[in-house]
Structure formats: C-alpha cells, structure tokens
C-alpha cells in the first residue's frame, strides 16, 4: 500500500501579497486604526523606523531584493568569516572580570565550566597591572587566550603579558590573546587625544607574534552614548581605518595591520537588528579591506550585551535582554561573545551572576545548537534587507567622519558627540514615552522587590561621550521614593479614585498603577466608587494628596466632574484623569497612553513634596 500524495495545506487557496493586503487592510479599518483621508497602502501602519531611519516593514517578500552576500568565509563575509562558521567548537566564549578581590579564583571557575577566554580590565578601576602574573597563575594561557582592556596602560599591561607568556617558554608562535590597546576608544571615554604613533609602535614590536592581536576597536562607547547601531558601526569602522593609517605609515604593512585588529560590538535585545548589525558589520569592514589592498579577510569579533539596557531595577530580566542578545549576536556569526552577568547595572558581579551569564552561552551551544548551522538567518528577505539598510545607513555616517578628517577629528571637533547626542534625545524621548518600554522598570514594576546589595563597581572613565543606560530616568525617580521611604517609613501615593465597577474600571486603574509605580508611587484604590460621597470619603482614608480619576467614558459623563470637584474639597492639590478626554470635569492634567510618563512623574514627586 502507498500513502496518497499529501500537498501541504493543499486544502487552502493559494496566498498571496494582494489578499494578504487586504487581509490588513478589514483589520486595521475595523479597529479604526486608519486615519481619515490615509491614501496609502494600510500595512505602512504596520511598519516601525530603527534609529538610524531604517524602515522596518511587517511583511518581507522575494520582491525586497539585497546585494548578492557571497558565501560562508568568502568575501565580503557577510554570511561569516569561516567557510564552516562556528561549526566544529562553537563561538568563544568570553568572561569579562575587572574586581581585583575575586579575579583569581573566578577565572578558573570560569574556565573550568565553559569559558573560553578571558576579558581583564586592567588598570585604574580593575586589576593593578603587576597581579596580572597572581590572577593568570593557574591559568593555561595557550587554552585560553587573555584581552586585555587596560585603557592608557595598555603599553604596561601588554608588556606584563608577554612577559608571562616568555617565563612559561610559550614559543611565539603560539601566543594567542589580544593586548588591548585602544586609545580612540580612550578617548571617546575620556576627552584626552590619542596617541596613535605608540600603537603603531606597538604592533611593529609585537610582530613575532603571528597569532597575538594588538588593538580592540570598541564600539561601545558609542553604544553608550545612546548612539544607534549604524553610528556605532561607522564610527568603529572610522576607528579601525585611523588604525590602520597610523600602522602601515609606521612602515608594518597592511596586511599584518588588518590581522591585528579584532571589533567590539553590542548586542541587544532587538535580536533582529543585532543579527543583521554583525552580518553588516563584516561586510564594511571587508569593502575597507578591499580599498586598502589587503588579502580579503573576514572581520574577527567580539559581541557584548549591551550595558545601555542592563537596569538596576528589577535586574532579573537582564537574565532575558542577555539572552536574547547573545542569541542574535551568535546567529549574526559573531566570533566571541560576552554575556555581562544580571547584576552589572548594580555593582561587581557576584559568583552566581558570572555562573549565569556563561551558562546562558552553554544553553545556546550546546543545548539550543544554534552553532550548528552557517548562517542561519542566510536568505531570510527580512534579514537581508536589514543588513543591507544598515550598512548603507553606517557607511554613510563613516564616509561623514572620514570627509571631517577622520575620527580623532571627529570626536574632537564634537560631531560624533553632536550626533549621538541627537539620538539620544530621540530615544529619550521614546523611553519618556514608553514607546520603548522597559519590563521590571517602566512597566510591569515591581515596588516591592528586593534588589541584590553588590560591592560597587569602580568608576568609569569620564571627560569625553556620556554614557547612558535606556533606565536611569526611572531609575532616579525610583531612588527619590526609596529616599522619602527611608526618611518617613512610607513611599508617596497617589490615589486611584476607580468609578463604577470593576469591569468599567479595571484598564484604566491598571495603566496608572503600572505608570505611577514605574516612579515608585504607592497607588492604593477607591474599591468600587459610585458616588462623589464615595470618592471623598476613600481619598481621605488613602493619606493621598493626589488622585487620579479611572474609570470608563460613560462613568466619566456621569460622575467625572462632581467626583473631581469632591476630590478637591477633601483635600486633593491635583487630581488627574486616565484618559484624554473630558477637559470640562476640572482636571488639573490627563495621563494617557504615549503620555510623557518621566515627565508626569517628576511632577507628580514634586507636587507630593518629595525631595529630589
């Protein structure tokens, strides 16, 4: 007996784009999300912009054509520097460690249990350079290889490397690692010019080591700044071609210039726009080389999670941001990864962070085998596009630094901070807005919660671009409840004066519970409120000053006006509506989606009296 031929959804009448359209269009017309008067095609409604203007649409067909990407391992490297990717040992696993107390004991546990290599930030606000020999003693320094981030002690601390590796009579040969130096990156941190001539000096003294690279080129402090991923792109892209400048006129040629380079990149939770970001990534840099006449080669790089969304609040869902990161970084071919443990927002690590930040690698490599396949985002039309916009969008802001002088210019002169700076306000704003929302932090907050005490981390350099991290406007307003809590045993509320019944209510009372609690303010509710008697009698009971009234458009046309106008009389110095409309009941403000939440609760703080 033969099974019948089976055609997958056979019973189905073919689909296509135009019904598909359609489709849209009956939904989106019946939930009246299209505007009078919208002569363009409905789905538009659907699309979203990137930072960097890229247009994200919701549906991507064979018709949203991109640049031919090559092949695995051949230029311009876009679908991965290895012809078999990451195949046969997964991407490397890196551990970034910077507390002097505990460093020597965690890298072996590290190491012991999935770690790869080693990330030591050495100097001012890390390990002193003279106990790198103490904390690397156990250390199989040919298994696993070190970078260094020593900022402007890089000479230093690559020479006490190197040293260790020529007291274990490591042949040259064989030394593997990167010496860190990065003095444009120091200079975005901190304002002070770089000194490219000693880099250049360093690579040329460092040339018996074939494997060994030299210098990091780190996009993350313009990630931090609030930058978009194309201007991090361009600008470590404008970085790397200062490098190589400075290197091949000290007399190295270009080809063991472009070996000594590896990038720094963030990963974060768009898992999208980061996979599309590194394939994007190799593919600028392989045009550079290209341009330069060095042998094709694919870009070495080193994925971060973004320190920009680690939150200090709530810091349990980092756990998730990380995850998501690490996963979108790896499938974009990255070839190291740092997961930066759940507690980094709050100070230095602690063991069980570090064990779940590697952990979170060991279940994407070996459980979830996302190492197994070459690219897999290879040929998805979404994917594709994204990459595509995202280099135009970063080879245009490079080619704007190169046309201004180059980098060290560039962040001289302000333009790089200029425009980050513009981002950033852009961002703000859809933070403010929550248009970028934040889980555990500007929604779903958790007033209750214990946050883990850590050792404070060391300062981070400071003089030259901000850095930013997407919660600290909350945060701080976190921080003001938390100092009224501790002056007067009790958090700022505001009362929820909730008409009707529950079902009229309910979404209302939610959304301004969910915003006000994003600023730590307590917000007790009325209970079942049908009267302005009703109303006046519970605000006096809550100890509330301000009360926001919640409740349904009907409730509002009956008892909005005189429950405001009782509200007042019982003492309230604002009462607030849920919702846009119904000026006339004598509202003092309405709070409502896409309201400026940091803005309302700012206010709100100072109206209740709470210090900032």
């Not at 001012?124 to 070190?146: E, F, N, Q, R, S």
């Not at 270009?254 to 720094?264: N, P, W």
Request: aromatic residues 6%.
């Amino acid at each position: 007996m033969t099974a019948p031929d089976l055609v997958l959804a056979g019973e189905f009448p073919a689909a296509d784009h135009v019904r598909w359209q359609h489709l849209v269009e009956r939904v989106l017309r019946r939930t009246d999300a299209v505007p009078e008067g919208y002569d363009r095609p409905v789905e538009d409604l659907l699309a979203t912009k990137t930072y960097d203007g890229v247009l994200v649409k919701p549906l991507y067909t064979a018709a949203d054509a991109a640049p031919a990407t090559g092949y695995p391992g051949l230029a311009p490297f876009t679908r991965g520097s290895q012809p078999d990717g990451h195949i046969a040992a997964g991407w490397d696993v890196r551990q970034r460690h910077a507390d002097p107390a505990t460093t020597a004991t965690a890298v072996l546990a590290d190491l012991e249990h999935g770690v790869s290599s080693l990330w030591l930030v050495v100097g001012d606000g890390g390990i002193p350079v003279a106990d790198l020999g103490t904390v690397l003693a156990d250390v199989y320094l040919d298994l696993a290889p070190v970078t260094l981030d020593a900022g402007p002690d890089y000479r230093a601390a690559a020479t006490e490397l190197l040293t260790l590796f020529a007291d274990r009579g490591t042949a040259a040969s064989a030394v593997v690692g990167n010496l860190g130096a990065d003095p444009l990156g120091h200079q975005a941190r901190t304002g002070e010019p770089a000194d490219l001539p000693a880099v250049a000096a360093l690579v040329a003294e460092t040339a018996q080591y074939p494997k060994l690279r030299s210098i990091v080129v780190d996009g993350l402090p313009y990630h931090q700044a609030g930058g978009s991923d194309a201007q991090e792109l361009g600008a470590a892209l404008a970085a790397a071609v200062a490098y190589l400048r400075a290197i091949t006129a000290a007399g190295t040629d270009v080809d063991t210039a472009v070996a000594r380079l590896e990038f720094r990149i963030a990963a974060t939770a768009d898992q999208f726009l980061t996979t599309a970001k590194f394939r994007a990534a190799r593919r600028l840099w392989s045009r550079v080389v290209e341009v330069v006449g060095a042998k094709p080669v694919g870009q070495r790089q080193h994925a971060v999670t973004s320190p920009a969304m680690l939150t200090a609040r709530d810091p349990w869902v980092n756990m998730l941001r990380t995850t998501l990161a690490a996963f979108g970084a790896g499938v974009g071919g990255a070839d190291a990864v740092t997961v930066l443990p759940f507690d980094s927002a709050i100070g230095l690590p602690d063991a069980f962070a570090r064990r779940i930040a590697r952990n979170t690698q060991a279940v994407l490599l070996e459980e979830s085998r996302l190492a197994g396949v070459i690219d897999p985002a290879g040929g998805s039309w979404y994917v594709e596009s994204l990459t595509d916009e995202l280099a135009k969008a970063a080879w245009a802001w490079f080619t704007e630094i190169e046309r201004a002088g180059g980098l060290p210019g560039a962040l001289s002169s302000g333009l790089v901070a200029d425009r980050l700076a513009a981002t950033w306000a852009e961002r703000a704003r859809n933070l403010a807005t929550r248009a970028d929302a934040i889980t555990g932090v500007s929604e779903f907050p958790n007033l209750a919660e214990r946050a883990p005490v850590r050792t404070p981390a060391p300062p981070a350099p400071t003089g030259g671009l901000p850095v930013h991290r997407y919660a600290e406007a909350y945060e701080d307003l976190r921080d003001r409840s938390d100092r009224a809590l501790a002056a007067t045993g009790a958090r700022p509320r505001v009362f929820l004066a909730t008409l009707g019944p529950v079902a009229a209510h309910t979404a209302r009372a939610t959304f301004a519970a969910n915003l006000f609690q994003a600023g730590g303010i307590e917000t007790p509710t009325g209970g079942v409120i049908t009267s302005p008697e009703d109303a006046a009698t519970r605000f006096t009971e809550s100890g509330a000053t301000v009360a926001v009234v919640c409740g349904s458009e009907k409730s509002y046309a009956e008892l909005a006006a005189p429950v405001v106008e009782a509200l007042k009389a019982a003492g309230a110095t604002k009462v607030l509506l849920a919702g846009k409309g119904h000026r006339e009941s004598g509202v003092d403000g309405h709070v409502f989606t896409g309201c400026d939440a940091v803005a309302v609760l700012r206010d709100t703080l100072t109206t209740l009296g709470v210090p900032a």
